[in-house]
C-alpha cells in the first residue's frame, strides 16, 4: 500500500498534522477558503470522523462533545452523532461527513 503514493492526491487535502490532532484529539480547520472541517480523533484512534461542523440548521458551528459521543450546536442545541446523523433537533439534515486519514504526519481530508 506504500508505493501508490501518486494516486488521487489531488482528493485529498492536508488539515494539519498528527502532533496538532493528538494534542487536543480534534483538529478543526476553518481558515481555508474551501474547507471547513472538524476532525476527531487521534493517531491512535481506529477511525477519524471528519465533519463540516456547520449546524443544518442555522449554520452555527457545532462542537465535539467527548462525553456524550456526539456533536452539540450551541445555538439551538442540535446534537449529531459521530456520524453525523440528527440526533436531536431543531436540525433535519446530517452533518456532511468527509474521510479522514493519516499519512506519514499529516492529516489528510477527502472532501
Ligand atoms: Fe444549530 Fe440552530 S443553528 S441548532
Redesign the pocket.
Known amino acids: 500500500a506504500c508505493s501508490d503514493q501518486t494516486t488521487a492526491s489531488e482528493d485529498w487535502q492536508t488539515v494539519g498534522t498528527v502532533a496538532e490532532l493528538d494534542k487536543n484529539g480534534q483538529l478543526s480547520v476553518k481558515n481555508l477558503p474551501s474547507v471547513n472541517v472538524l476532525v476527531v480523533g487521534t493517531s491512535k484512534s481506529e477511525n477519524l470522523i471528519a465533519v463540516n461542523p456547520t449546524?443544518t440548521?442555522?449554520?452555527?458551528t457545532?462542537a465535539w462533545e467527548t462525553k456524550g459521543n456526539k456533536f452539540g450546536?450551541?445555538?439551538?442545541?442540535?446534537e449529531y452523532g459521530s456520524d453525523g446523523q440528527v440526533q436531536r433537533g431543531?436540525?433535519t439534515k446530517p452533518l456532511k461527513t468527509y474521510t479522514a486519514k493519516i499519512e506519514n504526519n499529516s492529516v489528510l481530508v477527502k472532501q
Open positions: 449546524c440548521h442555522s449554520g452555527c457545532v450546536c450551541p445555538c439551538h442545541g442540535a431543531p436540525a
